[in-house]
C-alpha cells in the first residue's frame, strides 16, 4: 500500500480519449509505414500475414494480462513494477533498466529520423539543426505537464489513424478499379494467388517476426500511462478491446492491399509502398503528404519513448533500483530530473551511432530490439504469478474488475511463443548478435542486483552484530 501512495503523487490528468488514442495509435508508427513493404518482400503476402496475425495473437495475450494487472493495481511503471512484486525485485530491476535503455536509445534514433526527413523540404538545413528542434519540442511536451504529453500524443495518433483509414479506403478503390492508379491495369487480387503467397517457404516467417514485434511495440505503454490515468478499471479494459480490432483493421488490411496492388519483389525495392500507393493514385502533393504522416509516426515515438522512459526511471527511483534524485517532482507533478537524464541519455546514443557504431550502438539497439520481447514475457510471467498468489491469498476471480480470459493457458503460450521466436533469432546470422547482446545485458542486471543486494545484506548484519557488542 505504501508503494501505491507513493505512486499516486502523479497526477491522473489522462483522460478517456487520451488512453483511447493511445491505444489506437500505440502500434501506428515507422513498423507499419516503412517495414510493412520489407516483410513483405521478405516472406510473401502470405508469410507477412501469417507472421502479423500470430504476432497479433502474442500481443493480444500480452495486452489482457497487463490489462489484469493494470486494473488491479494502476500505478506508473507498471510492468517493471509488477515483475518486481511477482516474479522478484531482481527481475524488476532488470525488465526495468533494459525497457529504460532500449526506449531512451530509440527517443535519440527518432530525433535523428525526423531531422533527416525535414530535407524532403528543406535540403539546405544540417539534420543536427532539426534534431534539436525536436528535442527542444518534445522535451517541454513533456515538461509542462502529463496533459502536455498526452495531448500531443493524441493530436499526433489521429493524424495516423485518418491517414491508413484514407489510405485503405484508396487502396481498396484502386484493387477493384474505382481509382485508376497510373499506367497499371486494375490489379484486383491476382498477387494473391495461393502460389505466390510463401515464395521463401515458412521458417522465413519466424525470422521476420522481430520485425512484427518491432511494429507492434508501444501498445504496453497503456500499462505506463495507467498510474496517471482517470478511472483506470473502465478505461483500460475499453482500450485493451481495441487491440485485436486495430491490428486487423490498419496492419492486416494494409498488408492484403499492399499485396494486392504491388508484386512482393517490388514492393522490397520501394522505400514506403505508402508513398508510391497514394502517387500513382493521382494524389497532389502525395510524397510531401506521406512524408509530414511519417514524420508525426516518427515524433509521436519519441514522445511516447520519452514519456515511458522517464515514469520507468521515477518509479525504479522509489524501489530503490535508480538513485532517489530520480523519484522528485517538479512543481507540475513532473519527474522532472528523470527527464533530463532520460533526454541526455537519448542524446549519448545519437553521439554513440557515429563515434562507436559497432560496439555501443549495436549494444543499444540490441537492447532496444530484445527488451520488448522479453518485456513482454516479463508482463505474462507476473499476471501468471500474481493471479496464483492472488488465489492462494484467498481471493476470487470474479471479484477481479477484469481478468485474463482462459487462464493460465494464455499467459503461458504467451511465454511460449516469445520464446520460442528469440530462441529462433540464434539460427539466424543477421539476428544472432542482437539476440546474444540483449540477453548478455539482461543476465549482467540479474547479477548486478543480486551482488548489490548481497553486500546491503552482509553490511546491515555486520552493523548490527557492531552494535550488539
Known amino acids: 500500500m505504501e508503494d501505491i501512495k507513493t505512486h499516486e503523487q502523479l497526477n491522473r490528468s489522462m483522460k478517456k480519449r487520451h488512453l483511447f488514442m493511445l491505444s489506437l495509435g500505440g502500434v501506428i508508427g515507422t513498423g507499419l509505414f516503412l517495414n510493412a513493404g520489407y516483410t513483405i518482400h521478405q516472406a510473401g503476402a502470405g508469410g507477412a500475414l501469417l507472421g502479423y496475425l500470430v504476432g497479433g495473437l502474442i500481443l493480444y495475450m500480452v495486452m489482457v494480462c497487463l490489462g489484469e494487472l493494470a486494473v488491479h493495481m494502476p500505478v506508473t511503471g507498471s510492468f517493471q513494477k509488477y515483475a518486481s512484486e511477482y516474479i522478484g525485485h531482481s527481475a524488476g530491476f532488470s525488465l526495468g533498466w533494459m525497457y529504460f535503455i532500449g526506449s531512451a536509445a530509440t527517443a535519440g534514433v527518432e530525433f535523428t529520423a525526423a531531422g533527416i526527413l525535414m530535407k524532403h523540404w528543406f535540403p539546405h538545413v544540417p539534420t543536427w539543426l532539426w534534431c534539436a528542434v525536436f528535442i527542444v519540442l518534445l522535451f517541454s511536451l513533456n515538461a509542462l505537464t502529463t496533459r502536455g504529453f498526452a495531448e500531443a500524443e493524441y493530436w499526433f495518433s489521429g493524424i495516423k489513424v485518418v491517414a491508413v483509414i484514407v489510405f485503405i479506403i484508396i487502396g481498396v478503390a484502386g484493387i477493384f478499379g474505382f481509382v485508376h492508379l497510373s499506367d497499371r491495369p486494375t490489379p484486383f487480387l491476382k498477387n494473391l494467388a495461393p502460389t505466390g503467397l510463401f515464395p521463401a517457404g515458412i521458417p522465413i516467417i519466424f525470422v521476420t517476426m522481430m520485425n512484427v514485434i518491432f511494429s507492434y511495440q508501444g501498445s504496453e505503454l497503456i500499462g505506463i500511462a495507467a498510474g496517471e490515468s482517470e478511472s483506470p478499471e473502465k478505461n483500460i479494459p475499453k482500450a485493451i478491446r481495441n487491440v485485436l480490432f486495430r491490428i486487423i483493421v490498419f496492419y492486416i488490411a494494409s498488408i492484403i492491399i499492399l499485396s494486392a496492388i504491388f508484386p512482393s519483389k517490388e514492393l522490397g525495392l520501394l522505400e514506403s509502398p505508402f508513398v508510391t500507393l497514394i502517387s500513382i493514385a493521382g494524389v497532389p502533393y502525395a510524397a510531401s503528404i506521406m512524408n509530414f504522416i511519417i514524420l508525426t509516426a516518427i515524433l509521436s515515438v519519441g514522445n511516447s519513448c520519452l514519456y ?89 476471480t470474479e471479484e477481479l474488475h477484469y481478468k485474463v480470459p482462459f487462464y493460465p493457458f494464455v499467459p503461458l503460450f504467451c511465454l511460449g511463443f516469445c520464446l520460442f521466436i528469440l530462441i529462433f533469432l540464434a539460427f539466424d546470422p543477421t539476428q544472432r548478435i542482437g539476440l546474444f547482446y540483449g540477453i548478455g545485458f539482461l543476465i549482467f542486471c540479474i547479477l548486478f542486483y543480486k551482488i548489490k543486494q548481497s553486500r546491503k545484506s552482509k553490511t546491515a548484519e555486520n552493523s548490527s552484530i557492531t552494535m550488539r557488542k
Not at 518509479?315 to 507533478?333: E, N, T, V, W
Not at 559497432?358 to 505474462?380: E, H, K, N, P, R
Open 308 to 396: 515511458a522512459s522517464t515514469r520507468l526511471l521515477w518509479s525504479m527511483s522509489h524501489d530503490g533500483m535508480a538513485p532517489k534524485i530520480f523519484g522528485k517532482l517538479s512543481k507540475r507533478k513532473v519527474p522532472l530530473n528523470s527527464l533530463i537524464f532520460t533526454i541526455i541519455f537519448s542524446l549519448l546514443s545519437l553521439l554513440t551511432s557515429v563515434v562507436a557504431a559497432d560496439t555501443v550502438f549495436v549494444l543499444l539497439m540490441s537492447i532496444a530490439g530484445i527488451s520488448v520481447t522479453i518485456s513482454w514475457m516479463g508482463i505474462a510471467l507476473s499476471q501468471y504469478m500474481f493471479r496464483r498468489k492472488y488465489i492462494k491469498a484467498g481471493g476470487k
